[in-house]
C-alpha cells in the first residue's frame, strides 16, 4: 500500500531562529501587527510503500533522523496517511 507522509521539520524551541526573526522584522515593516513569533522550517511529503501505517512511519522516522532533519538543531514531526 501507498501512504503519503508528511514530515514537519523545525529548528529547536530553544535555538535562535534567524530567518524567523527576519520574517517578523519584515512584517512589522509592512504594518502586520498582531504577530507574536515566526519559526520557519520545511515541510516534507513522501509517498511511502509499506505493509502498514506503522511500517511508513518507520521508514520515515528513519529518514528524518538519517537524512531529513539535523537532530543537533532541529526536531520533526510525523503524519502519515
Known amino acids: ?3 503519503a507522509v508528511h514530515i514537519n521539520v523545525m ?3 530553544e535555538l535562535l531562529d534567524p530567518q ?3 520574517v517578523m522584522s519584515g512584517l512589522s515593516n509592512l504594518g502586520l501587527k498582531g ?3 515566526v519559526r520557519i522550517g520545511k515541510h516534507i511529503t513522501l509517498q511511502v510503500e509499506a505493509a502498514s ?6 521508514i520515515a522516522e528513519e529518514a528524518s533522523q538519517k537524512l531529513l532533519a539535523n537532530q543537533v538543531m532541529e526536531y ?4 502519515v496517511n
Open 1 to 3: 500500500m501507498i501512504y
Open 53 to 58: 501505517k506503522e511500517e511508513a512511519r518507520k
Open 35 to 37: 504577530v507574536e513569533d
Open 76 to 79: 520533526f514531526e510525523i503524519t
Open 20 to 22: 524567523g526573526k527576519a
Open 11 to 13: 529548528p529547536l524551541k
